[in-house]
């Protein structure tokens, strides 16, 4: 019952605008009706002729729409007069039609509501609208859905006629299949012929069923030969119907729903191709005539040169093994052959002149050339410091040289007949405590050096802190070397020296260290009396080779120290003093002094917080390669297989087999050197600072270790306290390791590590 | 209490009800049923695919019950009913990783009703093994990268399983292993491979089920198809066959076979084998079905297009 419209691209729609152009029938022209009557019986002669029967009103028309042009009209007349054959109609095939018209058409058949509504009630009266005009709108039905699964006794009767027609027409004879893909399904019911290039197995009896056709391990090449009759197998048949259930189940299937649906062909055309696929697709057409251009050009051939070797290119580096050396047995073998060796640290007050007295040390030894002296002297006059000369030595650093302050722990080695020294040269500024408290950790003796005019400000400032520092990171032995008595007035002035040495010892002895343990030393750095050698009997100090050795000898009085068999063999410990090229063979290298065990070249080992491994090229101590080297040593070790940023200064490195643990939780026993509160603290070990808090002030002890008060809220300076510190992040430490704690630039306890917890 | 109930089913009336008790003649003995058929005799199947209209493919499976004369109510044994049915191959989720194949998923169920012992609402481990068994068979048979980035999903119910052994010996029939899965194991591929030409997936051949049995009577010779509640199974061994490639893509032995694997491998073929042709002839007379009605709406579409177009062709 539903009606529609037509749609047609009526030119009146679309050009509406151009209406006044176009005059409306019966209002032609005069022009236009003299053209009428010349043209019309030309145009019906030649229609005669074709016997294509038209009226006067139709050429007129196609003359008027073709613009006077006789042929086209007659043409077109002809086309729309005849009736429609054969020819025409493979002719109109051959014109595909357009995407759009086919829609058009797909559209039409289904009835939809146009907008044109004006349209649509064109000419219908808005009231009292005629009965014929009047559309009567039936509701369509809507199928009623199928009862699909379980049927009454009805159904099945319904069923059973069904099955009964089926069988009847079963009966008559099947008809061929009009279809090829129906008539490829009977493939399926019997298996494909055995292929040619397989040797067809010989069937000795007939077998009733089909067998799981057995290949022969090695089927022997033969000439094709024609595959033998196979006995035709009847199988028996296996249908059977179905049961009750099956049948309600399965019965409606037999009936589709029967909604047409609009389906993509539909929309899009139905000319397609039985197979799309079967020439190369336009990307695969692209890239066969690039391919062709590039063999002809001979580009291809220059790519295959360019090409990068796919084999992997064999490591840059060859593997470094171990030789699988027993370090302590070597260890203790050489150790009666070996001279001693020693690290010391020179500390003291910002300009007492230490880093001149270390460059003298190093002169008189020899290790440092009388010619680079002469260099630094003629640089340092330019710069208008000619007394630091020496010390330029030690500072190489550009910043340090300009502003004649050490910045950072320098390194130097020389030797006497009896010992080796490592000098570690710390800074004397109190901005660069921390780097201080990282040299002195690797010392096994401290050089404090005081200068003799200038007691008072040391005494105050970083003397103090660094004696304290010094003790607190476990240096026993400690030599003070009165400085700058060549400039005290008058110079070499006993009286000075005596109350110099009196006060620093007093100090000395408070902060804890042992008067056997110290010795007080005159000397001038920057002329070299009583460091290397005595001063002449003629001048003014002749009276301090009387009762005092040099500054060397002192040295090397306290030089011998034991390592025990017991620290070599114990896994190895090396806190990085510095990281840093060591040149292009070794490209990686880290300083630091081995706290305990051994290393040889080829070892893998951690290095910790980041848990990476590396392993070690090669070994330098005091600037001569090892093939291994035990604890107290301070040796470049040269690393491959690690990356640089897993490496930082204060990381430890350790054997992988037990490799330190990664903590946050700390307990220790600490000296107070100002008052503790549960407070934000900068902890030190060695070379390494972290942020951290004190969590909890556990006990307060006395001299002897036993609690004096559990809990306390305030630990006052100089009482000795447990605590519990909290760490911000994981930092690789053990039990007995010595910490200083620092807030705000100044010392306010150190102690060493009772026990750790993650 | 009430709140303990499972409100997402349908559960149990609140009170008591009394299971009904049949009562069997007394003059009847129970025995335990004996093969009939040939041992190289398969059981009558009925397969029909189409069954459920919603998904893109099904079918349905049966053996037909044994219809001899018994004289208690409880069938001596059970015939078994699989339905299966094949969603897909449809798009994968928006935020599934991208897969060249297609990607195939087997989901098998036994309805809680299937066996003799209540099977629950969550798949148990046995069901999980065929779901397994069961892709193994399909993905030898479908062309995955026919189809990427999408998924297709096979779900199988089975509404009566076979039975592990005869019921009336529980005790020995329960401890003589699973055999009824092999059977199960079976009549799954076989349906799966229906449902799966239903559903127009492309696949390089039909794959069937077939099983074979070693048994402890009869001097321990082989039968096809065995009913579990009728022997006394020694092994047992399932295929999936493709019979126009001579393809096995899925076997499953159970049991100790000894020497005779070979032999038993071969009547498993021979087994699925038997069931092809069921197989093949219903997805071909599922197939000429539907090229029956578009050839028919093939011509209604025809027609009615004829009449609308009256296109005048302009020349010139």
């Known amino acids: 019952m539903l009606r529609h419209k037509n749609i047609e691209y009526d030119e009146d729609e679309l050009y509406s605008d151009e209406g006044e152009d176009y005059a409306e029938e019966g209002g032609y022209t005069q022009e236009d009706k003299d053209n009428f009557a010349t043209l019309t019986p030309v145009v019906r002669a030649e229609l005669d002729e074709a016997g294509v029967p038209t009226t006067a009103k139709q050429i007129e028309d196609a003359l008027w729409h073709y613009y006077w042009d006789v042929g086209k009209s007659v043409a077109y007349l002809k086309n729309s007069r005849t009736p429609r054959e054969g020819k025409q109609e493979a002719k109109k095939e051959e014109k595909p039609k357009s995407k759009f018209e086919q829609a058009a058409e797909k559209a039409d058949e289904v009835p939809f509501m146009t907008s044109r509504t004006a349209e649509w009630f064109k000419g219908v009266p808005w009231t009292n609208v005629p009965c014929e005009m009047i559309g009567q709108i039936v509701p369509a039905e809507p199928e009623p859905p199928r009862i699909k699964l379980l049927g009454g006794s009805s159904k099945l009767a319904k069923l059973a006629e069904e099955r009964r027609k089926k069988a009847a027409a079963a009966a008559q004879p099947a008809q061929p299949s009009e279809t090829d893909s129906a008539s490829s399904l009977d493939r399926l019911t019997k298996p494909k012929d055995v292929k040619e290039n397989v040797a067809p197995v010989p069937k000795a009896e007939p077998k009733k069923y089909a067998i799981r056709r057995k290949r022969s391990p090695t089927p022997p090449p033969k000439a094709p030969t024609p595959p033998p009759e196979e006995p035709k197998e009847q199988l028996p048949s296996l249908r059977s119907s179905p049961s009750a259930f099956g049948r309600a189940l399965s019965s409606s299937s037999g009936q589709t729903n029967g909604t047409r649906q609009m389906a993509l062909q539909d929309l899009l055309g139905s000319s397609y191709s039985s197979s799309p696929f079967e020439g190369p697709s336009p990307d695969d057409a692209v890239i066969q005539k690039a391919k062709a251009q590039q063999a002809s050009n001979g580009l291809a051939k220059k790519t295959e040169a360019l090409k990068i070797e796919s084999t992997p290119a064999a490591p840059s580096q060859p593997k470094v093994r171990s030789k699988g050396l027993d370090v302590a047995s070597l260890w203790n073998e050489e150790k009666s052959k070996r001279k001693a060796s020693a690290a010391f640290v020179v500390i003291g007050h910002v300009d007492h002149g230490k880093s001149t007295l270390m460059g003298r040390l190093l002169l008189d030894t020899g290790a440092v050339s009388q010619r680079d002296i002469d260099k630094y002297k003629k640089q340092a006059t330019e710069l208008g410091k000619a007394s630091f000369a020496l010390a330029w030595v030690m500072d190489t650093g550009s910043e340090e040289r300009e502003r004649g302050v050490t910045v950072d722990i320098a390194q130097h080695y020389f030797s006497t007949d009896n010992v080796d020294f490592t000098i570690l040269d710390a800074p004397g500024h109190r901005d660069f405590v921390p780097n201080m408290i990282g040299g002195a950790s690797m010392a096994d003796l401290a050089v404090l050096v005081v200068d003799a005019n200038q007691l008072e400000s040391g005494m105050k400032g970083q003397t103090r802190e660094h004696i304290l520092l010094a003790h607190a990171v476990g240096l026993q032995k400690l030599v003070v070397a009165v400085n700058k008595l060549d400039s005290t007035t008058p110079a070499w002035d006993q009286e000075i020296f005596r109350s110099v040495s009196a006060e620093v010892l007093k100090l000395l002895k408070q902060t804890g260290f042992t008067e056997e343990n110290v010795a007080v030393i005159p000397c001038s750095g920057l002329s070299g009396e009583n460091v290397a050698k005595a001063p002449a009997a003629s001048s003014g100090a002749a009276w301090v080779s009387k009762e005092h050795p040099t500054l060397l000898q002192q040295l090397e009085k306290f030089a011998p120290h034991l390592t025990s068999i017991d620290t070599v063999k114990k896994p190895l410990r090396l806190q990085i003093a510095d990281v840093f090229r060591g040149g292009i063979t070794n490209p990686l290298s880290i300083a630091g002094r081995i706290k305990s065990g051994n290393v040889q070249v080829g070892d893998s080992v951690t290095i910790q917080p980041s848990g990476e491994t590396a392993t070690i090229k090669g070994i330098e101590v005091s600037g001569e390669g090892r093939d291994w080297t035990v604890s107290d040593d301070i040796p470049t070790l040269h690393l491959v297989d690690i990356e640089p940023q897993h490496l930082r200064s204060g990381d430890v490195v350790c054997s992988s087999q037990k490799p330190v643990k990664v903590v946050k939780n700390i307990t220790a026993k600490v000296q107070a050197l100002d008052s503790l509160l549960p407070q934000r603290v900068d902890i030190h070990v060695g070379r390494l600072h972290v942020p951290g808090g004190i969590s909890h002030l556990v006990a307060t002890e006395d001299a002897r270790g036993e609690t004096l008060k559990k809990k306390p809220r305030i630990v006052k300076a100089g009482q000795r306290a447990v605590i519990r510190l909290a760490l911000d992040d994981g930092v690789p430490l053990e039990d007995g390791d010595r910490i200083v704690l620092r807030t705000d630039g100044s010392t306010i306890a150190a102690g060493r590590i009772e026990a750790i917890s993650l | ?316």
């Not at chain 2, 559960?11 to 049949?22: C, L, Y």
């Not at chain 2, 935020?95 to 309805?111: E, Q, R």
């Not at chain 2, 001579?246 to 049991?255: R, S």
């Not at chain 2, 000894?258 to 599922?286: F, P, Q, W």
Request: aromatic share 4%; charged share 25%; proline share 6%.
């Open chain 2, 1 to 316: 209490m009430a709140m303990l109930a499972d409100r997402r089913r349908m559960n149990a009336p609140p009170g008591g009800t009394s299971p009904p008790v049949f009562a069997s003649l007394p003059e009847a003995k129970l025995t335990k049923p004996i093969r009939t058929r040939n041992p190289d005799e398969h059981r009558k199947i009925f397969l029909r695919t189409g069954v459920v209209p919603s998904a893109s493919g099904s079918a349905y499976y049966e053996i037909s019950p044994s219809n001899t004369p018994r004289q208690t109510l409880v069938p001596s044994s059970s015939s078994l009913k699989i339905t299966c049915t094949v969603h897909g191959p449809r798009p994968l989720p928006r935020n599934a990783a991208f897969s060249s194949n297609l990607l195939l998923t087997t989901h098998v169920k036994f309805a809680p009703f299937a066996t003799r012992q209540r099977r629950g609402y969550v798949r148990d481990s046995s069901e999980r093994d065929l779901g397994v068994h069961l892709e193994t068979a399909l993905r030898g048979v479908v062309i995955g990268d026919r189809w990427p980035k999408s998924g297709c999903e096979v779900v199988i119910t089975v509404l009566e399983g076979e039975e592990d052994g005869w019921w009336a010996d529980a005790e020995e029939g329960g401890k003589a292993g699973s055999w009824g899965m092999m059977n199960v194991l079976a009549g799954c591929i076989t349906v799966a491979s229906a449902a799966i030409a239903d559903a127009g997936v492309d696949c390089v051949d039909l794959v069937s089920g077939g099983v074979a049995a070693l048994t402890a009577e009869r001097n321990g010779e082989g039968v096809l198809d065995p009913c579990p509640s009728e022997h006394d199974i020694k092994a047992a061994c399932v295929v999936g066959y493709l019979q126009s490639r001579d393809e096995v893509t899925e076997m499953w032995m159970k049991g100790d076979a000894g020497s005779g694997s070979e032999a038993l491998i071969d009547n498993a073929v021979k087994a699925a084998v038997l069931t092809r042709t069921v197989l093949a002839e219903a997805v071909k007379e599922a197939t000429e079905m539907k090229i029956g009605k578009t050839s028919e709406a093939a011509v209604e579409t025809t027609n009615t297009g004829k009449g609308k177009t009256k296109d005048i062709q302009m020349t010139g």
